[in-house]
């Protein structure tokens, strides 16, 4: 079985459809994308309605949570002001069709493949104040820090994404793989996984697109977007 597993599109139409002209794409038999398919791009819309087109596995992400009308609260620590107008924009152009769609994908999968467990969600869920929101990422990234976020999971492998980076770490007997971005970085990164009689084997690629029309059409739309993460080549 191939399994490609992508995160973090972001709104990022250009990423997502380079993504999909891949042979990667093509030649998957499962396709999983880990969630956060807005805020950060200006074509949510786009995005949340060809991931469902194209049949992909669709996990939520704690922006996409955030859409369906959990934003949090005006103290919440560490939400900044920034992060407020965009949510704001988003909430004004996303179509109440698609905010009905990420209602309706769950936070996280299980699969199990020639006998290996495979874990897949967007990062690790917890209740906060009476609401549902993604952990405090750790300090820094280890083996020891990953055992920790994901003490609850019995999975052989675990595939997770929304801290926009790459690592992977293992205890020989747990393997964890923290899956980059494909809309808010270029190039885009994602994950194959081919499994072939117990046997599991995970691949890095990236995939180009064309980031300065998505910086263009971000900047014609009016969408108040991060110049930080988001920059022309």
Same mark, same amino acid.
């Given at each position: 079985?191939?399994?490609?597993?992508?995160?973090?599109?972001?709104?990022?139409?250009?990423?997502?459809?380079?993504?999909?002209?891949?042979?990667?794409?093509?030649?998957?038999?499962?396709?999983?994308?880990?969630?956060?398919?807005?805020?950060?791009?200006?074509?949510?819309?786009?995005?949340?309605?060809?991931?469902?087109?194209?049949?992909?596995?669709?996990?939520?992400?704690?922006?996409?949570?955030?859409?369906?009308?959990?934003?949090?609260?005006?103290?919440?620590?560490?939400?900044?002001?920034?992060?407020?107008?965009?949510?704001?924009?988003?909430?004004?152009?996303?179509?109440?069709?698609?905010?009905?769609?990420?209602?309706?994908?769950?936070?996280?999968?299980?699969?199990? &493949? %020639?006998?290996?467990? =495979?874990? +897949?969600?967007? $990062?690790?869920?917890?209740?906060?104040? !009476?609401?549902?929101? *993604?952990?405090?990422?750790?300090?820094?990234?280890?083996?020891?820090?990953?055992?920790?976020?994901?003490?609850?999971?019995?999975?052989?492998?675990?595939?997770?994404?929304?801290?926009?980076?790459?690592?992977?770490?293992?205890?020989?007997?747990?393997?964890?793989?923290? &899956? %980059?971005?494909?809309? =808010?970085? +270029?190039?885009? $990164?994602?994950?194959?996984?081919?499994? !072939?009689?117990?046997? *599991?084997?995970?691949?890095?690629?990236?995939?180009?697109?064309?980031?300065?029309?998505?910086?263009?059409?971000?900047?014609?739309?009016?969408?108040?977007?991060?110049?930080?993460?988001?920059?022309?080549?």
């Amino acid at each position: 079985m191939k399994i490609l597993v992508f995160s973090d599109v972001h709104g990022s139409y250009e990423g997502l459809k380079a993504l999909i002209k891949t042979e990667d794409w093509a030649n998957a038999d499962k396709r999983i994308f880990l969630g956060d398919a807005c805020i950060g791009c200006s074509r949510p819309n786009e995005c949340i309605e060809l991931l469902c087109e194209e049949n992909c596995i669709n996990l939520m992400g704690n922006n996409d949570y955030y859409i369906c009308d959990h934003l949090p609260a005006e103290d919440e620590e560490g939400f900044s002001d920034g992060k407020r107008i965009q949510f704001a924009w988003m909430q004004q152009n996303i179509k109440e069709a698609n905010k009905a769609k990420l209602k309706e994908w769950k936070r996280e999968l299980y699969l199990n &493949v %020639d006998g290996k467990i =495979l874990y +897949f969600t967007h $990062y690790p869920w917890e209740f906060s104040n !009476n609401d549902l929101n *993604v952990i405090d990422g750790p300090n820094e990234k280890s083996l020891s820090s990953r055992q920790t976020m994901f003490k609850d999971i019995d999975a052989d492998y675990i595939f997770f994404g929304h801290e926009h980076g790459r690592d992977n770490f293992t205890d020989g007997k747990k393997y964890f793989y923290c &899956v %980059d971005s494909v809309g =808010l970085k +270029f190039p885009g $990164y994602y994950l194959m996984i081919e499994i !072939n009689n117990g046997q *599991v084997d995970v691949v890095e690629k990236f995939v180009e697109f064309d980031i300065n029309k998505e910086v263009d059409l971000m900047e014609e739309a009016g969408y108040p977007y991060n110049k930080n993460k988001m920059k022309r080549i």
